[in-house]
């Protein structure tokens, strides 16, 4: 891997030498997770991937009182490998696996040395088809040419590149975005794992991932993460035909929100836990989800209402939702509702309670 660009090296180098010159009661106030981050970066040969802990550590364990008690905690959080990391778990990269981080940290020289590692990586998968090769010289021709071959390796390891189907993919990954390539790439692999590269409506769903794209990084990240929730929950899996369609069903809903596709699937998994979406309207319920401008108020307020009325179909659950019913408290029953009032009153509760319908 491309070594740590000089200017990032000295980020780290400065906090190791400003947490050395402390005082040991100083030291106390100090992040534990970071401190042996630090001590595990002088040891290693894989500066990147030490460098990428190091930023998420900080960003993920460091307390503001910290920083302001501690003036290189302070500095640290203003210098570019932080953001740069921040910029990767926006994107949905992890520990394991984030090739955005690895580009945007490495000598800032041109090309040349990243590219140079891209091909050797190449030769070290074996490829030997000629056309895939040639979309490696292809995207020379874009800005970006380092995130598309980012992108391109990482389709290249999951077999991605072969014949008309690797042209279609290799065509998706040419959007706009110093990162966006390789996020789109990683999108396309959990497409593959769920079957959905595949079939009648393969290049449909390509299309509105390099769509999406458009949107921001920070989205097609929540779309990552979202595709990731999903699969660990068992509602993003392509073994068997059955399982392949509610794939496709998972994903049309998480891409159809704007905003919030990670809500979107985890509300989608909250209802699978209640047997919602195996129904015959669980279909109209993703809708009602997808649709809605929070998806998780739209799924706690079905859940609320199908725990008070099992017989609710969907269409009362679209009205329901619809109004925008708040959810931080509990749904009143029937019986409840019935007897609802103010102290100056009765008065019309239909904003807190089940409608008549």
Same mark, same amino acid.
Request: charge should be negative; glycine fraction near 6%.
């Given at each position: 891997?491309? &070594?740590?660009?000089?200017?990032?090296?000295?980020?780290?180098?400065?906090?190791?030498?400003?947490?050395?010159?402390?005082?040991?009661?100083?030291?106390?106030?100090?992040?534990?997770?970071?401190?042996?981050?630090?001590?595990?970066?002088?040891?290693?040969?894989?500066?990147?991937?030490?460098?990428?802990?190091?930023?998420?550590?900080?960003?993920?364990?460091?307390?503001?009182?910290?920083?302001?008690?501690?003036?290189?905690?302070?500095?640290?959080?203003?210098?570019?490998?932080?953001?740069?990391?921040?910029?990767?778990?926006?994107? #949905?990269?992890?520990?394991?696996?984030?090739?955005?981080?690895?580009?945007?940290?490495?000598?800032? +020289?041109?090309?040349?040395?990243?590219?140079?590692?891209?091909?050797?990586?190449?030769?070290?998968?074996?490829?030997?088809?000629?056309?895939?090769?040639?979309?490696?010289?292809?995207?020379?021709?874009?800005?970006?040419?380092?995130?598309?071959?980012? #992108?391109?390796?990482?389709?290249?390891?999951?077999?991605?590149?072969?014949?008309?189907?690797?042209?279609?993919?290799?065509?998706?990954?040419?959007?706009? #975005?110093?990162?966006?390539?390789?996020?789109?790439?990683?999108?396309?692999?959990?497409?593959?794992?769920?079957?959905?590269?595949?079939?009648?409506?393969?290049?449909?769903?390509?299309?509105?991932?390099?769509?999406?794209?458009?949107?921001?990084?920070?989205?097609?990240?929540?779309?990552?993460?979202?595709?990731? +929730?999903?699969?660990?929950?068992?509602?993003?899996?392509?073994?068997?035909?059955?399982?392949?369609?509610?794939?496709?069903?998972?994903?049309?809903?998480?891409?159809?929100?704007?905003?919030?596709?990670?809500?979107?699937?985890?509300?989608?998994?909250?209802?699978?836990?209640?047997?919602?979406?195996?129904?015959?309207?669980?279909?109209?319920? &993703?809708?009602?989800?997808?649709?809605?401008?929070?998806?998780?108020?739209?799924?706690?307020?079905?859940?609320?209402?199908? +725990?008070?009325?099992?017989?609710?179909?969907?269409?009362?659950?679209?009205?329901?939702?619809?109004?925008?019913?708040?959810?931080?408290?509990?749904?009143?029953?029937?019986? +409840?509702?019935?007897?609802?009032?103010?102290?100056?009153?009765?008065?019309?509760?239909?904003?807190?309670?089940?409608?008549?319908?």
């Amino acid at each position: 891997m491309p &070594r740590l660009s000089r200017l990032h090296q000295n980020s780290i180098a400065t906090l190791i030498r400003d947490y050395n010159s402390l005082p040991g009661y100083l030291k106390w106030f100090f992040p534990a997770e970071l401190e042996i981050a630090l001590h595990a970066h002088q040891a290693t040969t894989h500066e990147v991937n030490s460098a990428w802990n190091i930023g998420n550590i900080f960003i993920n364990h460091t307390w503001f009182f910290q920083r302001w008690f501690l003036s290189c905690l302070d500095t640290f959080a203003q210098s570019a490998l932080v953001r740069r990391c921040a910029l990767s778990l926006r994107a #949905g990269e992890t520990e394991a696996h984030h090739p955005a981080f690895d580009v945007a940290v490495t000598p800032a +020289e041109g090309p040349g040395p990243l590219t140079t590692y891209f091909e050797n990586a190449i030769m070290r998968q074996n490829l030997r088809d000629p056309v895939a090769q040639g979309y490696y010289h292809t995207a020379g021709n874009y800005a970006n040419v380092d995130s598309i071959h980012a #992108g391109l390796y990482e389709l290249n390891g999951a077999g991605l590149l072969v014949g008309d189907a690797g042209k279609a993919n290799f065509e998706t990954l040419l959007v706009e #975005g110093q990162f966006t390539p390789m996020t789109v790439a990683t999108c396309l692999v959990a497409l593959n794992e769920a079957g959905l590269l595949s079939g009648e409506n393969a290049q449909t769903n390509r299309d509105l991932i390099k769509r999406r794209s458009s949107l921001s990084l920070e989205y097609l990240g929540s779309v990552i993460n979202a595709l990731r +929730e999903l699969k660990y929950a068992g509602l993003f899996s392509g073994e068997t035909p059955q399982s392949k369609a509610i794939a496709q069903a998972n994903f049309n809903a998480v891409l159809q929100h704007d905003e919030a596709p990670l809500a979107v699937a985890r509300s989608l998994i909250q209802l699978s836990d209640a047997g919602l979406l195996t129904q015959n309207e669980g279909q109209e319920i &993703r809708d009602i989800v997808s649709s809605h401008q929070d998806p998780t108020v739209a799924a706690h307020t079905i859940l609320a209402l199908q +725990e008070s009325d099992s017989t609710t179909g969907p269409s009362k659950l679209r009205i329901y939702t619809q109004r925008k019913v708040p959810t931080l408290f509990p749904l009143p029953t029937a019986r +409840e509702e019935s007897g609802l009032k103010y102290e100056q009153g009765e008065r019309n509760t239909s904003s807190i309670a089940t409608p008549q319908l």
